[in-house]
């Protein structure tokens, strides 16, 4: 149980282009998502808390109009980077917190989406 | 299948004592490991990581350790203060410093007083 899964895993595109990474909870109803960028050297940086039915809220740094977040649904949420740069490259990993967690803060990693800007 | 497992999903330590958080991994090829500790609300935070070539690597109160026949590794933290309460990650790299991170499930460490 408890499985996240990313999709596309893998993507490879033009600059200018937009790309589009969905995160999904398989088996258990998740109102808020995490998305998150791995820079080199290991760190993980959290871009932007998603939460179904309203707007996400980014983190200090990170532009809202480039990467933009949809979560329409309690199992499904988007990241969508916008006119993507070279810069743009990167790994990105989602994570979902179960509902049912019982007020802990229960979060399954998704197996993230490497992104390649030409 | 998962490729990187945490069987334990929490663990409570006094305060003062050792804790020790265990992570098995399926494929032999992982080169890098890493653990990460999470605050509820807050975003995975980097703590220690080793390198496939070595079997220990420690860190002030953290020391991991990687047993690759057994392709078991573990965190022990000594002594576990209440602070250290948090959700340890385990996660493991396939190709070098830049591949991709594959995490387990967590274990929910809960140090008390």
């Known amino acids: 149980g408890a499985v996240v899964s990313q999709h596309p895993s893998r993507v490879i595109c033009k600059s200018g282009t937009s790309v589009k990474i969905e995160c999904r909870s398989l088996d258990f109803q998740a109102t808020t998502m995490f998305w998150y960028r791995q820079f080199p050297k290991k760190s993980l940086m959290l871009m932007a808390t998603s939460n179904e039915g309203s707007k996400a809220t980014y983190e200090q740094g990170v532009e809202k109009d480039k990467f933009l977040i949809n979560h329409a649904s309690l199992t499904l949420s988007t990241l969508t980077v916008t006119s993507a740069h070279p810069e743009d490259s990167s790994f990105y990993i989602c994570?979902?917190?179960?509902?049912?967690?019982?007020?802990?803060?229960?979060?399954?990693f998704g197996p993230g989406t490497r992104l390649t800007v030409l | 299948d998962q490729q990187v497992k945490q069987n334990s999903p929490s663990l409570s330590v006094q305060e003062g004592r050792i804790s020790i958080l265990n992570c098995d991994y399926t494929n032999s090829m992982f080169d890098y490991f890493l653990w990460y500790k999470k605050y509820p609300a807050e975003g995975p935070t980097f703590l220690i990581s080793?390198?496939?070539?070595?079997d220990k690597n420690e860190d002030g109160r953290f020391t991991v350790f990687l047993n690759k026949s057994a392709k078991h590794l573990s965190l022990h933290i000594v002594p576990s203060q209440p602070g250290d309460s948090a959700v340890y990650f385990c996660a493991a790299i396939l190709g070098g410093s830049q591949g991709n991170l594959i995490f387990g499930k967590g274990t929910k460490l809960s140090v008390k007083p």
């Open positions: 994570s979902a917190r179960d509902d049912a967690g019982g007020g802990t803060d229960t979060q399954y």
């Open positions: 080793i390198s496939s070539i070595k």
